[in-house]
């Protein structure tokens, strides 16, 4: 296992190259990792399209292109820009969201299994979401604003029970573990409490999908992204000093806890807003990391490439459920929760041969 460790890193080193400019200066690109962040966009713009073209009223992907640039007909112009793209730019924000929290989440505790799915971070934001609409019978912003809430008292209140000089991995993965168990315990008692009609829309909500999603959850999702996003991308150095352990990372002139506090931060209000957005949507937080990082074969967070790999794993995931069981739509959670889960057991299985659990 060493010895494949130092070849990987081997390669990655091999892959990276040198530039400079005319200007004197210079920066290093990592080749390999390039090409799967243009190979990943590419699937996530081709779901994309054909998602847009997919439905009752089908249309090419050509049709779809063309439509986009202002081409299309008054009804194909209605189809695409007022009912179709909303949901795919949801999905693509979301899937990013939860492709970069897992990728942070994963690197603070130094734990494949430490994604905002295991240590209860979604299932906060589902208990707020359900909170709203079981005692207060609030409305679809209202129902926003509790899951966002949700995520961030269940964000904070595990980074306390965590703290015991600092925050460290396998703590925080066990407390995680508990409060994730402990909330799905409340989210089903808020549904025995809920009469038929409160009750059937949890049920809807909690699947997570994107059937319906318009520009009102585009806009405020697109905010939060551009503010918070940058923001975890500019602290990407320090967080891969920190896989190196705290020691380290002190040694390198990194400030360990504001840094990790930050991070956490940053990344469960991108988890909330994406469940408030889409509904809990499983997995795609846990397996787009490590499938970024088997892909790109570089060290680090790889933060770009888990985003990326989050968006398309959430739009391919998305065009299964709207056309791969015929005329009956299933909802995404649905097709996510079925794939992450067959990944988990994978992992586990990788993880236990490999003498880590």
């Known amino acids: 296992?060493?010895?494949?460790?130092?070849?990987e890193h081997a390669g990655a080193a091999r892959s990276v190259r040198a530039v400079r400019t005319g200007g004197g200066f210079s920066f290093r690109v990592d080749v390999r990792a390039s090409v799967v962040l243009v190979v990943l966009a590419a699937v996530a713009a081709g779901a994309g399209v054909v998602l847009i073209g997919s439905g009752d009223y089908s249309m090419t992907p050509g049709e779809v292109v063309s439509t986009l640039f202002g081409h299309g007909t008054f009804?194909?112009?209605?189809?695409?820009?007022?009912?179709?793209?909303?949901?795919?730019?949801?999905?693509?924000?979301?899937?990013?969201?939860?492709?970069?929290g897992g990728a942070v989440f994963q690197t603070i505790s130094r734990n494949p299994l430490?994604?905002?799915?295991?240590?209860?971070?979604?299932?906060?934001?589902?208990?707020?979401?359900?909170?709203v609409i079981v005692l207060f019978q609030g409305g679809a912003?209202?129902?926003?604003?509790?899951?966002?809430?949700?995520?961030?008292?269940?964000g904070i209140a595990v980074y306390l029970l965590a703290w015991k000089r600092g925050v460290h991995g396998y703590r925080l993965v066990l407390v995680g573990i508990g409060a994730a168990a402990m909330l799905?315990?409340?989210a089903q008692y808020l549904i025995t409490k809920a009469n038929l009609v409160d009750a059937t829309r949890a049920v809807v909500w909690m699947t997570g999908s994107l059937d319906g999603r318009d520009w009102a959850q585009v806009w405020p999702l697109l905010a939060?992204?551009?503010?918070?996003?940058?923001?975890?991308?500019?602290?990407?150095?320090?967080?891969?000093?920190?896989?190196?352990?705290?020691?380290?990372?002190?040694?390198?002139?990194?400030?360990v806890e504001r840094t990790r506090f930050v991070l956490m931060v940053c990344s469960v209000l991108l988890v909330a807003v994406a469940t408030a957005a889409a509904g809990p949507i499983t997995f795609v937080s846990l397996s787009a990391p490590q499938l970024a990082r088997r892909l790109t074969r570089s060290p680090g967070p790889n933060l770009l490439a888990a985003a990326f790999m989050g968006a398309a794993l959430l739009l391919v995931a998305d065009w299964i459920a709207l056309d791969a069981f015929g005329d009956r739509q299933l909802p995404v959670g649905i097709v996510t929760g079925v794939l992450g889960g067959c990944y988990l057991l994978w992992l586990l299985v990788t993880e236990r041969k490999a003498g880590r659990i």
């Open 224 to 255: 939060v992204c551009g503010l918070l996003v940058p923001l975890v991308l500019g602290h990407g150095r320090a967080l891969r000093m920190m896989e190196m352990g705290d020691d380290a990372a002190y040694a390198l002139g990194v400030r």
């Open 75 to 100: 009804q194909q112009e209605f189809i695409v820009t007022d009912l179709r793209l909303p949901r795919v730019l949801v999905g693509l924000l979301v899937g990013a969201s939860l492709g970069i």
């Open 1 to 7: 296992m060493k010895a494949l460790k130092r070849a």
């Open 141 to 154: 912003a209202a129902i926003a604003g509790g899951a966002v809430a949700g995520g961030l008292v269940t």
């Open 184 to 186: 799905t315990a409340a």
């Open 114 to 131: 430490g994604s905002p799915d295991v240590l209860g971070f979604g299932q906060g934001a589902t208990v707020g979401a359900l909170t």
